[in-house]
């Protein structure tokens, strides 16, 4: 049975780390500021 490809949008969207966890971005961060609280 051939090995399974790579998700290439989850590839591009989370990082491995060096002890084999992932990095990712969390969501509803980048915009629309005026309406969220600082806190």
Not at 4 to 19: E, I, L, V
């Amino acid at each position: 049975m051939p090995k399974q490809k790579t998700h290439r949008g989850s590839a591009k969207r989370f990082k491995r780390t060096g002890n084999g966890g992932l990095k990712r971005h969390h969501s509803k961060t980048s915009h629309m500021f005026a309406n969220k609280s600082q806190k």
